[in-house]
């Protein structure tokens, strides 16, 4: 599965020239092998995971390229199960009773592994298999630290190129990516490390139900590292949590409290709850095969292990259990990524606070992945955790570009759009009618004066409308900086006028000498933005007007139609999101005709999706 181009194809083939100047071969027995294993003995079972493992850890010393490494290691391992390695078997058997298993030394297996990957390299070289399948491309990002513990017991596994590692011709493309936390020593991570992929392909369930073959395959390595501890007196465990992609399908599983979370459209989803001693079901499960569960510094099984699930801890079975749970997440593309790590970085770092960390990394990067990771260990660790942490960043989508839309939010779109349509043919109704009845309303002022007056001495005068209006939460609320809320009530101007009204322009005059303009909001709740250049009112001292003014009956009655429009206006604006407000103030008579065209279209940039800019200001009359 090899170079789909010409200038992988040249990639590729300068890197295996390169690889092998590199690399003594053949191995003799006095030798060391470049890369040691971590266990002393393998089983005919571990056979594969082993080689596997050893052949991907040297190519990606080199910087392999990750698709060339899968299909050279998949080339390795296929060469060296077919050979006979019964004579390498050693003769000890398993004590305790048990079936005797045959084993070989690894480092003896490791040998036969760098040879056969040497003679395998030589053969490409001379001749590239080219028939390699485009695959999808996920963007990892990696960190693990020791931390303050005294060894590290983490491990973790990515295989972005799942069918080429597998030699896998009839299905979607795959990958796979896992987290396994270890406790009590680094074996029982370094095996499911190894071989829990390897069991997943070979289960039965495997071609039509992945997540039941994931579930099967964390049994099956847990039995078999459970035998492994009983050989060699092992005494440890480990937790972890897969993700498994295939096609447009999540697959999750887990055991014990490493976790995984899925980020859509720059929200949390939550994929799976961690086991743990203190969850009621995990509780009773335990207490009804004869456990406990206890208080130590935290609820723990049997007042020692602080995890209810995991691979190995064969002294405490049946309690702390090797079933799986799963989880299914269907994929349409909206999806940004996945975060999987181990408790040392769950325990400190809540997924909202993880979210933030990688957005306002992204953001000061320029959409950079690079250090992601790096950034999401530091932040636990700075949070006050000791314990090991790995960090694995997948990004399902190139993180540079705008997220895509669904074709559900295209036909609520386009819903929202028709419903615009009708309310806004229903206001500008409305508003024809209210214009009417202004026109009256100036007839019998000229008249007599006393419909202004009368109108906003009776309705108006007793109940004012608020006009509501979102506001920055960075005004000094609550020291929040990342969100927007409804919380600033804003009314037109007040439920009294003793002052009397004079009329200011910042670059433009009003048309007429009785039309108020509206005041745009400069400084709310200490905020200091420059105020923009618009007319606005002024109120002068009230001593020197009142009731009485020449002016003051047709003002009354233009800002009490104003009042009753804007609340109207306000009501419909709740139920439809888009509106023309400077159109609709125009018509109201607070903005001078044609003035949307010549003065505030000099501020539309400012205007961003979203961000809901005040436009009324509460004066305290």
Request: glycine share 6%; proline share 5%; charged share 30%.
């Amino acid at each position: 599965m090899m170079a789909s181009s010409a200038a992988e194809e040249k990639t590729f083939r300068r890197f295996l020239e390169l690889f092998l100047r590199e690399m003594r071969t053949p191995l003799q027995e006095s030798d060391p092998v470049p890369t040691r294993p971590l266990s002393d003995l393998v089983t005919e079972d571990e056979v594969e995971g082993e080689c596997l493992d050893l052949c991907l850890q040297h190519l990606y010393k080199y910087n392999c390229p990750c698709s060339l490494a899968a299909a050279l290691a998949r080339a390795t391992a296929d060469s060296l199960l077919q050979t006979d390695l019964s004579v390498h078997h050693l003769s000890k058997t398993v004590e305790d009773g048990a079936d005797p298993l045959p084993q070989m030394e690894s480092v003896k297996l490791a040998r036969l592994v760098f040879n056969r990957l040497f003679d395998m390299c030589c053969l490409w070289l001379k001749e590239l298999p080219f028939r390699r399948r485009p695959m999808p491309y996920y963007e990892t990002s990696i960190h693990a630290i020791k931390n303050m513990r005294r060894k590290m017991e983490d491990r973790h596994v990515i295989i972005p190129d799942f069918n080429s590692l597998f030699n896998i011709q009839d299905q979607e493309e795959q990958a796979f990516f896992a987290v396994f936390d270890g406790h009590g020593g680094v074996d029982a991570a370094i095996y499911a490390a190894n071989h829990l992929h390897v069991n997943l392909v070979h289960e039965e369930s495997f071609s039509q139900d992945p997540s039941e073959a994931l579930c099967r395959a964390f049994k099956v390595t847990d039995e078999r590292f459970v035998k492994k501890a009983r050989r060699e007196n092992l005494r440890c465990g480990t937790t972890g949590v897969v993700t498994f992609l295939r096609g447009q399908t999540l697959h999750v599983a887990w055991l014990g409290d490493s976790q995984v979370i899925l980020v859509r459209r720059g929200q949390v989803v939550e994929l799976m709850k961690p086991h743990k001693p203190d969850r009621e079901d995990e509780k009773q499960r335990i207490e009804a095969l004869g456990g406990c569960v206890i208080w130590f510094g935290t609820w723990r099984v049997n007042g020692s292990l602080s995890v209810s699930r995991a691979i190995g801890d064969s002294e405490h079975k049946p309690y702390i259990c090797g079933d799986a749970d799963r989880c299914d997440v269907s994929l349409d593309g909206t999806e940004d990524y996945l975060i999987l790590a181990c408790d040392g970085f769950w325990d400190t770092v809540s997924p909202d606070e993880a979210l933030r960390v990688v957005s306002d990394h992204l953001l000061e990067n320029t959409g950079d992945t690079t250090m992601v990771a790096h950034k999401l260990v530091a932040s636990a660790r700075d949070a006050g955790s000791s314990d090991n942490i790995t960090v694995v960043v997948v990004f399902l989508r190139d993180p540079r570009s705008p997220p895509p839309t669904s074709t559900e939010d295209e036909e609520e779109g386009a819903a929202e759009e028709e419903v615009e349509e009708e309310d806004m043919a229903e206001v500008e109704e409305e508003e024809q009618e209210e214009e009417e009845e202004e026109e009256e309303g100036v007839r019998v002022e000229r008249e007599g004066g006393q419909g202004g007056t009368a109108d906003f001495g009776g309705k108006g005068r007793g109940g004012w409308p608020l006009q509501q209006c979102s506001a920055p939460a960075d005004l000094g609320y609550e020291d929040r900086t990342d969100s927007f809320t409804d919380r600033t009530s804003l009314s037109l101007l007040g439920p009294s006028l003793e002052g009397r009204i004079s009329l200011t322009s910042g670059s433009r005059p009003p048309r007429s000498n009785f039309r108020p303009q509206l005041l745009t909001a400069s400084h709310i709740h200490g905020d200091a933005r420059p105020a923009r250049r618009v007319p606005h009112v002024l109120f002068q001292e009230p001593s020197i007007a009142g009731l009485t003014d020449p002016l003051w009956s047709q003002t009354a009655l233009l800002l009490g139609q104003a009042v009753r429009r804007s609340c109207r206006l306000d009501h419909d604006r709740r139920h439809w999101g888009r509106r023309r407000p400077r159109r609709s103030r125009e018509m109201l008579g607070l903005l001078p005709s044609g003035y949307s065209q010549t003065i505030v279209q000099s501020h539309s940039d400012n205007d961003r999706p979203g961000v809901a800019v005040p436009h009324l200001l509460h004066d305290a009359i």
